[in-house]
């Protein structure tokens, strides 16, 4: 009987332990800014478009497989990999760009990087990756760690008891293949750059420490906000807000709220005021920045602190300029912002996938409202309740990282999906959680559809009824319609809301000239942007644009030699950096505007 009740306790803690090897745990709020270990740097690795590291030759996943990173125990062993003799990739960065034989593969990628720690034992320890793009694996000292979906969200592993004192292996398994129900699905006009795209870190906390927090303006114009501890502990945390006041907050089961009657300065497009806070709990000091606004649709306004303000914007991949693929560092970020502020920008769009941290950060503090978006992206599977849920859990790492970012204004659900029942309550049930998890935003769609005839468009698509801003990506005088018919083209809506022009552009080859009517001249792109500039001045309840878009950035689907070379040529800058005419043309637009609308 004893036997027995032993086997079944083992069953118990080895389903346990197979429970907590899993999904990514809880976002760690902040976690750049804690102390931690960077594990960027080159990292060893091996392409395995086989998945010969996984499975076996039944296809059946494998015991020793590559996380293993085994090496021959004599001169007769047989072991065919080594990272030890392999090649190199740099983290954070693509594999695309950085490989002359990996700038077009899709597949698997095994990185190891070896590290060394003194593990202390009053110390709690995560592993933080800021993006890896889509699937991956980890494994720490050939234990299974965990797994995740999403290339463009970041999450963390309590990795404590798998860590060793001295020297460590990390071992990530990285599979950037597309999937038809993934998120994206196989089709985008991007480039489907693979790897450990965005940092990895070490972090360390105390045993219980603050795992999250939000701190925002309230409704009665104070700081409002909450604090959660790891796993429902019980503990203090002091808030201090610098120029508001100090409190210590008593956490009782994980999650305690709190309120500062004191009303902050608000940050604003022209003063992006940000107060320096820090939360301490058990001798973690987490400093963060943060500030206070409102946001608020009336009517067809965009109230932003109560004022009426109309976005002058543009959208921006997050393509690295000068070298392209994925950006990587402050620098490149630092780059395409300035590059907005000249353009007289006071918005951008960030499409069509959460960026970096770093990138909605620096936006913010430089004064620009930014449009964070999740890769629901033309026609994914919307029938399918798993496309669903790893859709839900993208937006909600999205906003989960990104809900103490005063600059984000607009959470974006969806990018030109199709009007059919499906995506109607897909897109319904993503709105309502949006709506749920962080009620003090606006909730937007860029919506391509609109019933058109003879230059007449009439917003119709049944989701106008459930976002708050109507988001309306637009290609007069490139997909349909001549430049200059563009300016008589007239716009109507069914709903009272605001609406953006999310996309509106053409495509243009820097440096050619020639007639107006020539495609991809640079006089061409400029004509189409001379009478959308007209169109859009008749629109009465348009409050805000993002034309299409900053930069030339990388597609596969772009193949037209010596003008496209596999980039989608709609930017208003080269990849090299040299501006387009129809970057004066926007500027001029937006000089001509003010920040509000009256
Ligand atoms: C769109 C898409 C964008 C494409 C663009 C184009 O409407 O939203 O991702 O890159 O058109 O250039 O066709």
Not at 164 to 187: A, F, S, Y
Not at 412 to 436: C, H, M, Y
Not at 491 to 498: D, L, M, N, Q, Y
Request: with cysteine; glycine share 8%.
């Amino acid at each position: 009987m004893r036997q027995i009740k032993n086997i079944f306790i083992l069953f118990l803690t080895l389903r346990a332990l197979a429970v907590s090897a899993g999904d990514a745990q809880d976002l760690l709020q902040n976690a750049s800014n804690r102390v931690h270990q960077s594990l960027d740097g080159t990292w060893q690795i091996i392409v395995d478009p086989m998945e010969t590291g996984y499975y076996n030759h039944g296809w059946k996943p494998k015991k020793n497989g590559y996380f293993m990173d085994e090496k021959p125990k004599s001169v007769s062993d047989r072991v065919e990999y080594d990272f030890d003799t392999s090649d190199e990739l740099y983290v954070p960065g693509d594999w695309n760009m950085q490989a002359d034989r990996l700038y077009y593969y899709e597949g698997t990628v095994w990185y190891r990087r070896k590290f060394l720690i003194t593990k202390e034992s009053e110390k709690k320890y995560h592993l933080y990756f800021g993006a890896v793009n889509y699937r991956s694996i980890v494994y720490l000292n050939g234990e299974l760690v965990g797994e995740h979906i999403g290339g463009f969200t970041s999450f963390n592993f309590d990795v404590t008891d798998l860590l060793q004192e001295g020297q460590n292996t990390l071992i990530v398994k990285v599979d950037n293949t597309r999937d038809k129900d993934g998120v994206p699905t196989i089709n985008t006009d991007w480039w489907n750059y693979g790897g450990i795209t965005r940092s990895v870190l070490l972090v360390e906390t105390p045993q219980v420490f603050v795992q999250d927090y939000s701190i925002q303006l309230s409704k009665n114009n104070t700081v409002e906000g909450w604090v959660k501890l790891n796993n429902n502990n019980a503990g203090k945390v002091e808030i201090a807000i610098e120029g508001i006041g100090k409190q210590v907050v008593q956490v009782k089961a994980g999650k305690a709220s709190f309120e500062f009657d004191k009303s902050p300065k608000h940050w604003s497009l022209d003063d992006p005021y940000l107060y320096q806070v820090t939360l301490s709990c058990n001798g973690e000091n987490i400093k963060d920045e943060i500030g206070f606004k409102s946001i608020a649709v009336q009517g067809q306004d965009i109230m932003l602190n109560g004022e009426s303000v109309f976005l002058k914007g543009i959208s921006i991949h997050e393509e690295a300029p000068f070298g392209t693929g994925r950006v990587t560092t402050r620098e490149q970020c630092k780059i395409l912002l300035d590059w907005a502020k000249e353009l007289g920008c006071n918005y951008i769009r960030l499409a069509h996938y959460p960026h970096s941290e770093t990138m909605v950060r620096m936006a913010e503090k430089m004064g620009f409202l930014i449009w964070s978006e999740i890769p629901v992206y033309w026609t994914i599977n919307y029938d399918n309740p798993s496309t669903y849920s790893n859709a839900e859990n993208q937006l909600v790492e999205m906003i989960t990282r990104d809900k103490n970012r005063v600059g984000i204004g607009l959470w974006s659900v969806a990018n030109e999906t199709p009007v059919i029942d499906s995506r109607n309550e897909f897109l319904n049930k993503l709105i309502k959680k949006t709506r749920d998890l962080d009620p003090t935003r606006l909730i937007c769609a860029a919506l391509n559809t609109q019933k058109s005839k003879n230059g007449k468009n009439l917003i119709d698509d049944p989701l106008g009824e459930y976002v708050d801003v109507i988001g309306i990506n637009s290609y007069c005088g490139w997909y349909g319609g001549t430049p200059e018919s563009c300016s008589s083209w007239e716009w109507a809506t069914k709903f009272k809301k605001p609406m953006i022009m999310s996309e509106v552009g053409a495509g243009a080859l820097q440096g050619y000239h020639g007639e107006e009517n020539v495609r991809w001249t640079e006089e061409y792109q400029s004509a189409v942007f001379h009478s959308n500039i007209e169109m859009l001045k008749n629109i009465d309840f348009l409050r805000g644009v993002s034309p299409w878009i900053l930069m030339d950035f990388r597609s596969p689907r772009r193949s037209l030699k010596n003008i496209q070379n596999d980039f989608n040529r709609k930017g208003l800058i080269s990849e090299q950096g040299l501006k387009k005419e129809s970057f004066f043309i926007l500027q001029n637009y937006y000089n001509s505007l003010p920040n509000q609308m009256k």
